[in-house]
């Protein structure tokens, strides 16, 4: 814990360091550009993934949760799948992250 304690006081620590070096720094308008470009890569980097991430959510939640309710999963944690679809099923049930 004391560890994790230092290691995010030092990421804060070097981006606020950063961050005062970079608005010391004389701005010109070909650099206004390019932080624009790159803030609107960011926000659609950042809204994909939220899109992508609701998708998969709702996805689970309605279809693959209907199949896994039927579907028994043996304690035997190094049994090998009879076939593909047991094997899909098998797949899905143990990485399940609720």
Known sequence: MKN?????????????FTAQ??????????????ITKFGFAMAGVFAFSLILYIGLSLYNKFFVGEQIKDFNLRKDSLRTPS???EAVMMFIAKNRLR
């Open 4 to 16: 994790n304690l230092i290691k995010i006081i030092m990421v804060l620590c070097v981006v606020i």
């Open 21 to 34: 070096a970079s608005y010391a720094a004389k701005i010109t308008p070909e650099m206004k550009v390019v």
């Open 83 to 85: 076939d593909k679809d």
